[in-house]
């Protein structure tokens, strides 16, 4: 069974970092998609990062574009998300999630594409 389990996530300043981690279990990412998504409350799903299963090609939203940094490590089967210069505006629950196929950089961005979705972690960004 396919597990995705996000943590990392906290109540932290404008202007400060922090970095998201996403666990996998049940089988080795390497070959998989793997994406960040967001959703605040009111609003739907939306794209933050993705990375190719060799961890090249990251693709990510342009609200995070120089912000936002996403990386892989296949042998530990983890997936991360380094935040900095975080903002109001991006306090969101932040899912992790899993497409078991090469990666597609336009179906990537889309919630629909993906096989398996994490719980979730809050972030707020708040003075």
């Known amino acids: 069974q396919v597990q995705l389990v996000e943590s990392g996530g906290g109540l932290v300043q404008p202007g400060d970092s922090l970095r998201l981690s996403c666990a996998a279990s049940?089988?080795?990412?390497?070959?998989?998609?793997m994406a960040w998504f967001r959703q605040s409350p009111g609003k739907g799903r939306e794209f933050v990062a993705v990375?190719?299963?060799?961890?090249?090609?990251?693709d990510y939203a342009h609200s995070v574009l120089g912000r936002f940094s996403i990386s892989r490590d296949n042998a530990k089967n983890m997936v991360y998300l380094q935040m900095n210069k975080l903002k109001p505006e991006d306090t969101a629950v932040y899912y992790c999630?899993?497409?078991?196929?090469?990666?597609?950089?336009?179906?990537?961005?889309?919630?629909?594409?993906?096989?398996?979705w994490g719980q979730g972690t809050q972030v707020t960004v708040s003075s």
């Open positions: 990375v190719s299963w060799k961890g090249g090609l990251p």
């Open positions: 049940g089988s080795s990412i390497d070959m998989s998609t």
């Open positions: 999630a899993r497409r078991l196929s090469v990666y597609n950089p336009i179906a990537a961005r889309t919630t629909a594409w993906y096989d398996y």
